[in-house]
T-cell receptor, first 113, second 111 residues
Framework: DGGITQSPKYLFRKEGQNVTLSCEQN?????MYWYRQDPGQGLRLIYY???????QKGDIAEGYSVSREKKESFPLTVTSAQKNPTAFYLC????????????FGPGTRLTVL | QQQVKQSPQSLIVQKGGISIINCAYE??????FPWYQQFPGKGPALLIA?????SEKKEGRFTISFNKSAKQFSLHIMDSQPGDSATYFC??????????FGSGTKLNVKP
């Protein structure tokens, strides 16, 4: 998947718990993104970061938080404030050549029990 | 308001046939129109993309047709193969930071 790893592949959470999804890339890309995918729907942007120690909210940031302490890593925390967290979460990174250097990770499927 | 509308939701094509997936967008400021291919349980992969200064782009069996005045673009898969069976997403936007994705088309190519 183009040098992006996400872990874990499957994650189960009890209601009221925070969970953190990992995203690591070895592509030396500055820009990283988190998307949420629900069945029958397109991808929706949660957060993105274009540089270390800086990140911006996407369209559905409520109930999520991120950090970008290292260029290679962009973890996403799904907090208990996210009312409907069960979904497939995708991380992506973009290179300097935006039109050709777009890579998505393999995804993490989060299920709230 | 849905910024990008994709159809059909699902598509069944015989091997060797042509698969056609359509998308329509609202915002005339959009200037980048990619298509992504996603296999079950995997992340999407960029398949082919077009800018509005051209009306068609072809890469192998995959062609994007773009109609700026109608605000529509489509993906054509020629000589469709069972290995093409996947979900296809269109997207549109001024930049990856502000992409709007279609709802996806599940393609099934029958052998």
């Amino acid at each position: 998947d183009g040098g992006i790893t996400q872990s874990p592949k499957y994650l189960f959470r009890k209601e009221g718990q925070n969970v953190t999804l990992s995203c690591e890339q070895n592509l030396n890309h500055d820009a990283m993104y988190w998307y949420r995918q629900d069945p029958g729907q397109g991808l929706r942007l949660i957060y993105y970061s274009q540089i270390v120690n800086d990140f911006q909210k996407g369209d559905i940031a409520e109930g999520y938080s991120v950090s970008r302490e290292k260029k290679e890593s962009f973890p996403l925390t799904v907090t208990s404030a996210q009312k409907n967290p069960t979904a497939f979460y995708l991380c992506a990174s973009i290179g300097q050549d935006f039109y050709n250097e777009q890579f998505f990770g393999p995804g993490t499927r989060l299920t709230v029990l | 308001q849905q910024q990008v509308k994709q159809s059909p939701q699902s598509l069944i094509v015989q091997k060797g046939g042509i698969s056609i997936i359509n998308c329509a967008y609202e915002n005339t400021a959009f200037d980048y129109f990619p298509w992504y291919q996603q296999f079950p349980g995997k992340g999407p992969a960029l398949l082919i993309a077009i800018r509005p200064d051209v009306s068609e782009k072809k890469e192998g069996r995959f062609t994007i047709s773009f109609n700026k005045s109608a605000k529509q673009f489509s993906l054509h898969i020629m000589d469709s193969q069972p290995g093409d069976s996947a979900t296809y997403f269109c997207a549109a936007g001024p930049h990856f930071n502000k992409f709007y994705f279609g709802s996806g088309t599940k393609l099934n190519v029958k052998p």
